[in-house]
């Protein structure tokens, strides 16, 4: 079966330049979540969508993070305008919403904002 | 508010040492708690489960029992391998869709 897939995998662009993540969840899943990942801040969960609804975006930074799902088989997240601090490797995770079900992840966009 | 702690890393072993990883947490209602592993350039992916009190999950010779008494989680191995070198999430979920992720332990092992 195929497992959550992102792309790009790396992404290497200048300040100031959008950035756009994408994700394809699980085939059957209905909970989407974005999280970000930095040594410092260890794994941030960004915003996370049930049944493409978004639930609870309380850890986007800012403004200048965007997230949509417009089907149960896509989700981006957007950068605009990007900065060297978005660098961070940002995953994507899905599941289903039942208590016992785990969260399945991505391998991961490696971002460097330069 | 919903919490975890892990034991603080970088943990180094040798091979085919005892490997304990303490986890606790604080949780409203009765969680699903879970071990991740993340290697090198990778995702999370999931390592072992355990749903409900006593319960212990297991998976290529980790362990870990669910003690609701202690609210604990403590992951363990007998023996481990080199390969076995990655960082390990301890993680409840609270809520119908909501995992809260540890700080993650960092494990190395040599030779």
């Known amino acids: 079966d195929a497992g959550v897939i992102q792309s790009p995998r790396h992404e290497v662009t200048e300040m100031g330049q959008e950035v756009t993540l994408r994700c394809k969840p699980i085939?059957?899943?209905?909970?989407l979540f974005w999280y970000r990942q930095t040594m410092m801040r260890g794994l941030e969960l960004l915003i996370y969508?049930?049944?493409?609804?978004?639930?609870?975006d309380s850890g986007m930074p800012e403004d200048r993070f965007s997230a949509k799902m417009p089907n149960a088989s896509f989700s981006t997240l957007k950068i605009q305008p990007s900065e060297p601090r978005d660098s961070a490797v940002y995953f994507c995770?899905?599941?289903?919403?039942?208590?016992?079900?785990?969260?399945?992840f991505g391998d991961g966009t490696r971002l460097s904002i330069l | 508010g919903n919490s975890v702690t892990q034991m603080e890393g970088p943990v180094t072993l040798s091979e085919e040492a005892f490997l304990t990883i303490n986890c606790t947490y604080t949780?409203?209602?009765?969680?699903?708690l879970f071990w991740y592993v993340q290697y090198p350039g990778e995702g999370l992916q999931l390592l072992l489960k355990?749903?409900?009190?006593?319960d212990k999950g297991s998976n290529k010779g980790f362990e870990a029992t669910y003690r609701k008494e202690t609210t604990s989680f403590h992951l363990e191995k007998g023996s481990v391998q080199v390969s076995d070198s990655a960082v390990y999430f301890c993680?409840?979920?609270?809520?119908?869709?909501?995992?809260?992720f540890g700080p993650g332990t960092s494990l190395s092992v040599i030779p």
């Open positions: 085939s059957g899943h209905n909970s």
């Open positions: 995770a899905s599941s289903f919403d039942q208590g016992t079900e785990p969260q399945h």
């Open positions: 355990a749903t409900k009190a006593d």
């Open positions: 969508f049930n049944n493409n609804v978004p639930i609870d």
């Open positions: 993680a409840p979920k609270t809520s119908y869709d909501k995992v809260i």
């Open positions: 949780a409203t209602g009765y969680p699903s």
